[in-house]
């Protein structure tokens, strides 16, 4: 009854996130590890609010893993210019 149940909500989410095609990938890490995919998809929400796939490395978030690499260029920016305009 509970396995349904969690199915049922992770289908809704992939849906209202506008991505039924979601559904498509393993519901946990192992089972994504066992199946050889990069992401699975929980249905449940990441710490900063957003449903999204979450990669096998490191069980983030993609929408956090993105939001991350587009800060990453721009304190490289900042390092670079505070360590040699000095």
């Known amino acids: 009854m509970a396995e349904h149940h969690k199915e049922g909500q992770r289908k809704r989410q992939a849906k209202l996130a506008g991505h039924p095609e979601w559904m498509n990938y393993p519901r946990t890490r192992p089972r994504a590890l066992k199946a050889g995919t990069d992401f699975f998809f929980s249905g ?13 490395l490191g069980s983030r978030c993609v929408a956090c893993e993105e939001k991350a690499q587009d800060v990453s260029p721009s304190l490289a920016a900042f390092m670079h210019d505070w360590l040699f305009d000095l």
Request: with cysteine; charged share 30%; hydrophobic share 25%.
């Open 44 to 56: 449940r929400m990441c710490k900063n609010r957003h449903y999204n796939l979450r990669s096998v």
